[in-house]
C-alpha cells in the first residue's frame, strides 16, 4: 500500500504536466520587496481569509486537486456505515481538521468543545518503539477525549488556570495565567507517573515552503555547544518515518515530531480523528477494549490522502504590512538587536521542487529555524518526543503572526498550549535559551516594547 501511495501521486503529477513547471529564480538583492513573506507564494489579504488562499500560478488541474484537498480538510466525518466519509473513529478527538485549524489557523485552546484546537499527548517514562514516547497501555500516547455511540472516552483534560504577575523594571505590571493540566473521568486508572504534554494545532499556511527547507541549512544553523556564546543552542529532531522506514529529521509539530506533511497528514487523521490510511492502517484505540478489533479496508483513499497534504503545501503566506513603517522599522531592529532573531531565523531559502514553481528556490521570511531549542522550566511539559527534551520546543514560525486574531474571528492565543492571550504575554514566558531575549525585552522603554510589538504585529 505504500508503494501505492508513491505512484498514485507521481502519476497524478506527470498526468497533470507539473513537472515541466519552470523553477523561480533568486530575488535580487537591492530589488527585493520586503512584504514577500513567502517569496512568489505570498498572497496580499489580510482578513479572515488571509491563511487560505493557494499560491499564485497553479496550473488548472493543480487547482483542482487544491480544492479537493480544501474539501477533505473541511469534511466532516460521521460514523459508520455511511455512503460516504463515514469512518470516524471510535473514539477520536474532532471531526474534522478545520474544526482543530480554525481558517487554516488555530482553534482556542478549550477542552472538548468542537473548535477546540488542544490534543492531550501522554507517555510513560522511557523510549518506545525507534525513539517514540513511550505508549501507555489503554491509552496510547494520545487522549481521545470523545467516542461515538456506545462507546466511552479515554478522558477528558481538566485546565486550570492562575495568575502569575510580571512586573517590568518601569514597574509595568502584565498578568500571564499558568495553566495546570490534569486527566478527568479517565475510563481507566492511569499509571501515577503518566506525562501529559497539551499542544494547540498550529496554523497550516506556509508548510510547503518549510518542507522545502533543504535539511543542511536547518543543520547548519544548529549550535548545540553555544559555540558563539550567545546561550542559544538550537538542535535538531530525529524522528521515525513510518512510511519510508527511516529515522529522519523532523520539521513539523510542536516538537518537530514529524518529518514531512504525509506524515504530519496520517497521523493527524490517525490520532485526532481515528480515520485509518494506508500510511497508518490501524486506529490509534487498536488494542484497546473499546476497539472491535476488525481492521479493514483503509477509510480514506490515498487520493484523499494525496490530496489533503497537496492542499497544504499549496497554502500561500499571507505579506508583510506596513514594512516602511517608522515604528516598524524601529520595532524589527529591536528584534535583532535583543537576539530574538537568534531562533526565528528571519531569512531562509527553499530548495528546488520541480512540481510546484511558487515554492520552489524562494526566499522567505518564516522566522524559523525550526530546531529545538530549551525553553526553561516555565514553559516545560517533562515529556521527551524522540530527541526532544521535557523542556525543548521547536521554534514556530511567526509569519502571519499578526493575523491570528482576524482569521479565528476571536482573541488570539500564542505558545505551544495557548496560554498566552497576547504576543507581549508569550514573549514574557520565555525562559530557558530565550531568557537573555526576554530580559532584554523588559528592560526596553515602554515606547521600544510597544515598537517591536508593533513589528511582530505586521508580519
Request: contains cysteine.
Amino acid at each position: 500500500m505504500k508503494k501505492l501511495i508513491v505512484i498514485s501521486f507521481i502519476g497524478l503529477l506527470v498526468c497533470t504536466g507539473i513537472l515541466c513547471n519552470k523553477v523561480t529564480v533568486d530575488f535580487e538583492e537591492e530589488n527585493y520587496d520586503t512584504r514577500l513573506s513567502g517569496g512568489a507564494a505570498t498572497v496580499f489579504l489580510s482578513n479572515g481569509k488571509a491563511f487560505g488562499a493557494s499560491v499564485p500560478g497553479l496550473s488548472q488541474w493543480d487547482s483542482y486537486i487544491h480544492g479537493v484537498g480544501d474539501k477533505m480538510f473541511s469534511q466532516t466525518f460521521i460514523t459508520a456505515p455511511a455512503p460516504h466519509f463515514g469512518g470516524l473513529g471510535v473514539l477520536y478527538n474532532n471531526v474534522s481538521c478545520v474544526s482543530c485549524h480554525v481558517g487554516d489557523g488555530k482553534g482556542i485552546p478549550t477542552s472538548g468543545l468542537i473548535n477546540s484546537g488542544l490534543l492531550t499527548r501522554l507517555s510513560l517514562p522511557g523510549e518506545g518503539l525507534h525513539g517514540a514516547p513511550l505508549d501507555i497501555p489503554g491509552f496510547g500516547t494520545q487522549l481521545q477525549d470523545k467516542g461515538v455511540s456506545g462507546k466511552i472516552p479515554e478522558g477528558k483534560l481538566s485546565i486550570a488556570y492562575q495568575d502569575k504577575v510580571f512586573t517590568y523594571p518601569d514597574g509595568t505590571k502584565v498578568t500571564l495565567r499558568n495553566p495546570a493540566y490534569s486527566i478527568i473521568n479517565a475510563y481507566t486508572a492511569l499509571p501515577g507517573n503518566h506525562q501529559i504534554s497539551v499542544r494547540l494545532g498550529p496554523p497550516i499556511f506556509g508548510l510547503g515552503l518549510l518542507e522545502l527547507i533543504p535539511e543542511q541549512t536547518i543543520l547548519a544553523l544548529a549550535d548545540e555547544t553555544d559555540r558563539n556564546g550567545d546561550g542559544i543552542s538550537g538542535r535538531p529532531n530525529y524522528v521515525w518515518n513510518a512510511f519510508t522506514g527511516k529515522v529522519e529529521l523532523g520539521r513539523f509539530g510542536q516538537k518537530a515530531n514529524n518529518p514531512n506533511l504525509l506524515m504530519q497528514v496520517a497521523s493527524a487523521y490517525q490520532q485526532d480523528m481515528g480515520i485509518t490510511t494506508s500510511v497508518f492502517p490501524k486506529e490509534s484505540v487498536w488494542g484497546q477494549p473499546q476497539h472491535d478489533g476488525i481492521m479493514g479496508q483503509p477509510e480514506i483513499t490515498d487520493s484523499m490522502l494525496m490530496a489533503t497534504v497537496f492542499y497544504i503545501q499549496s497554502l500561500a503566506v499571507p505579506a508583510r504590512r506596513d514594512v516602511e513603517d517608522a515604528q516598524v522599522i524601529q520595532g524589527e531592529k529591536l528584534f535583532k538587536q535583543i537576539n530574538c532573531s537568534g531562533c526565528h531565523t528571519p531569512l531562509l531559502k527553499t530548495g528546488v521542487d520541480v512540481r510546484l514553481a511558487s515554492i520552489s528556490n524562494q526566499r522567505i521570511q518564516p522566522f524559523t529555524d525550526l530546531l529545538l531549542h530549551d525553553m526553561g522550566p516555565d514553559l516545560a511539559d517533562g515529556r521527551a518526543d524522540f530527541k526532544a527534551s521535557g523542556t525543548e520546543w521547536k521554534t514556530p514560525a511567526l509569519w502571519g503572526l499578526g493575523l491570528l486574531s482576524r482569521v479565528n474571528g476571536i482573541s488570539a492565543f500564542y505558545l505551544h498550549d495557548g496560554r498566552a492571550r497576547t504576543i507581549e504575554e508569550a514573549i514574557l514566558w520565555h525562559g530557558g535559551e530565550a531568557e537573555r531575549s526576554r530580559n532584554a525585552f523588559a528592560a526596553l522603554s515602554k515606547d521600544e516594547r510597544k515598537a517591536l510589538l508593533r513589528f511582530l504585529s505586521s508580519l
